[in-house]
């Protein structure tokens, strides 16, 4: 079960066209759980859905957290909940921050490649590299300068900053030869947060280049071409620390044989993408359908993500 905490809705502020920002502040301590640039909490919605956004404001800030949200009417509707009940003054849910996207802080210089409302781990980073006085620069690309949000914040810093919008350049970045002219090349750090399209384009183009040291955060699940988990073999799963023996028949899920056998382990997104129910992997090889791993993590099979991941192996073993 995932340890919650209760805050009040300090203030709400409209941050661009369809983006506003909630500022989060602790009900009865002066203090709220500290975190590192680039992690994300889960919100309890009062609709029942739990969604998870990522932290924008710097970690030295210890009593709130800021939050931005995309009113996205294509999503599976948690934003739109958000933007159409949660008000000033009213308490919410929220999870313990966790962070998927952590920062490397001593880069000799960062480059952060910010897709609309993925701006707000990058914002965090952004921070936090200033409080550090470590270099950094920022590309901005948004369908339009009225959705761009935060833009006001990242000015504040003064760093070299490449706008671009969609509707003003009648089409999308050249993302191939931004990058490419990037002073520091493969020395630098890339971190980028965007639609999934930017993303993809933003990881072949750092192959082709050969920077190594690019680093993406996905908001939604990358579609996969790999069998459906349901057409795999039966399998059985170990679990440590209760010591029972589940099995997964061919056909079922992982997520569903746990949750059946009441195993007592948080889930958010239920997608991948959040790394909520990230389990420890003692034995066995895991099928991985998370988004959140690199491939070479994926092969380490250290841990996985149960919510979406299932076996290739007759076994499983899990810190659980
Ligand atoms: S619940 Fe989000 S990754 Fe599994």
Partial sequence: MSITKTVVVH?????????????????????????????????????????????ANSPKEHNRYLIGVLRDPSSRGGSLHVHDTVREGDTLEIGLPRNNFPLVEDAPHT????GGIG????????HRLRQLERSFEVMYFCRSRE??????????FQVKTHLHFDDEAKGPPDLKRLLGECAGGPSNHYYACGPAPMLDA????????????????????????????????????????SGQTLTVDAGRKLI???????????????????????????????????????????????????????CKSPRLVLNL
């Avoid at 701006?119 to 952004?126: A, D, F, H, N």
């Avoid at 071409?225 to 440590?240: M, S």
């Fill in 11 to 55: 203030s709400i502020k409209q941050e661009a066209k369809d983006v506003i920002s909630l500022d989060l502040r602790p009900c009865n301590e002066d203090s709220l759980p500290s975190f590192n640039a680039g992690a994300h909490i889960d919100l309890h919605l009062s609709n029942g859905m739990i969604r998870s956004y990522s932290l």
């Fill in 111 to 114: 480059v952060f490649v910010v």
């Fill in 119 to 126: 701006v707000t781990p990058l914002l965090s980073m952004m």
């Fill in 147 to 156: 959705s761009a949000a935060f833009l006001d914040k990242i000015r504040q």
């Fill in 202 to 241: 933003f990881v072949e183009v750092c192959r082709d280049l050969g920077y190594a040291n690019a680093h993406i955060e996905r908001f939604a699940a990358v579609k996969s071409d790999a069998p459906d988990l349901a057409e795999q073999q039966t399998y059985k799963v170990d679990l440590l620390r």
């Fill in 256 to 310: 569903d044989v746990l949750v059946e056998a009441k195993v007592d382990i948080g889930f958010s997104c239920k997608e991948g993408v959040c790394g909520a129910c990230e389990v420890e992997v003692l034995e066995g090889t895991p099928d991985h359908r998370d988004s959140i791993y690199s491939p070479d993590e994926h092969a380490a099979n250290r841990t996985m993500m149960v919510c979406v991941s299932g």
